[in-house]
């Protein structure tokens, strides 16, 4: 059964950090690429980041390039998300997507599975 976990949601003020867990299991990771999704009330989901598990390519929406970074654990078979600099837009629920490598990183169409979101709020 395959499965993906979301960790490490919260509140925190703005310019604060958090880090974000994706726990996958039951799919072989290496021909696929894990993304970061976020959908904040009454807007339409977006991608965040994403990786590809076996080169470790990386792909960045606008919104966060030099904020957050993502990154793996093949040992764990966990990606992260690291989240510096925290604004108030940066408030949403943040979903992990599997999907195949080669998929348009940022089109959720392309990704089979999903984790069940985590919630993360930045407000003082």
């Known amino acids: 059964q395959v499965q993906l976990v979301e960790s490490g949601g919260g509140l925190v003020e703005p310019g604060g950090s958090l880090r974000l867990s994706c726990a996958t299991s039951g799919f072989t990771l290496d021909y696929h690429a894990i993304a970061w999704f976020r959908q904040a009330p009454g807007k339409e989901r977006e991608g965040v980041s994403s990786i590809s598990w076996r080169e470790g390519t990386t792909f960045y929406a606008d919104s966060g390039k030099g904020r957050f970074t993502i990154s793996r654990d093949k040992t764990k078979n966990t990606v992260y998300l690291q989240m510096n600099s925290l604004k108030r837009e940066d408030t949403a629920v943040y979903y992990c997507?599997?999907?195949?490598?080669?998929?348009?990183?940022?089109?959720?169409?392309?990704?089979?599975?999903w984790g069940q979101g985590t919630q993360v709020t930045v407000s003082s």
């Open positions: 997507a599997g999907g195949e490598f080669g998929t348009t990183w940022d089109d959720g169409r392309g990704y089979d599975y």
